[in-house]
């Protein structure tokens, strides 16, 4: 069974502090790890992917699969960064594919 | 605004009625997804079609909620008999291929009184 653990609700950091949200999963198969993010009142959206190796907004999220982690990081954080954070994990089940989440992380970057 | 859209934005109703929610992909995209987010708990998957193909439905998923996606256009969330757990944010989700990229709606919110 695919699962993917955030074990902190809340992350509060001053700003120009590093940032680390971390995200664990658990999945037979071969993983594909993304961020997903919601600012306040606005949809949820794609931040970033594992297979595309690709800093976004200045985060950067590596795939550790001897750890089973995929911890979305920042080393300066910003005001505009606070917002809710959701590890997922794709994978091919029963002929088709979907994502899990996880229960989300909020980050509060503070002045 | 060409991104998702969902109908209604809220719906309240009293428990033991039927609702239905509609999502409108973005145009191209062959693949929908329904999911359900509770409070302090991360979007739940529900269901996701291909084209007008209902191809997985999650075990959580009880008899009374049904979805359909004719012509592989819009797709439709019905609950029947709701009850007071069904009340959640839908969220719908479209995307063309894979799962690289969803692009999800606003939701509907609902609340069963």
């Known amino acids: 069974a695919q699962r993917v653990t955030q074990p902190e609700k809340l992350l509060s950091v001053f700003k120009g502090a590093p940032v680390e949200l971390k995200c664990n999963y658990s999945y037979s198969g071969s993983p594909e790890l993304f961020w997903y993010v919601q600012y306040s009142r606005q949809r949820l959206q794609l931040l970033l992917r594992?297979?595309s190796r690709e800093s976004i907004k200045g985060f950067t999220a590596d795939l550790n699969k001897g750890e089973t982690s995929f911890h979305l990081k920042k080393p300066f954080a910003q005001e505009e960064d606070s917002a809710m954070y959701y590890c997922a994990l794709g994978g091919i089940t029963g002929g088709g594919n979907k994502l899990t989440f996880g229960t989300g992380t909020q980050l509060k970057v503070e002045l | 605004d060409t991104g998702v859209s969902q109908d209604p934005r809220h719906k309240i109703t009293k428990r033991g009625q039927n609702v239905t929610f509609r999502c409108d992909p973005i145009s191209e995209h062959n693949r929908l997804y329904w999911y359900r987010q509770t409070l302090g708990q991360g979007p739940e998957f529900l269901t996701y079609?291909?084209?007008?193909?209902?191809?997985?439905k999650s075990r959580l998923l009880s008899d009374r909620f049904s979805a359909e996606r004719p012509k592989g256009s819009f797709s439709t969330l019905e609950i029947q008999r709701t009850e007071q757990g069904d009340s959640a944010m839908y969220l719908c989700?479209?995307?063309?291929?894979?799962?690289?990229?969803?692009?999800f709606g606003s939701g509907t919110q609902l609340s069963v009184l």
């Open positions: 594992h297979i």
């Open positions: 079609f291909q084209n007008e193909a209902q191809l997985e």
């Open positions: 989700a479209s995307t063309l291929g894979g799962v690289e990229k969803l692009f």
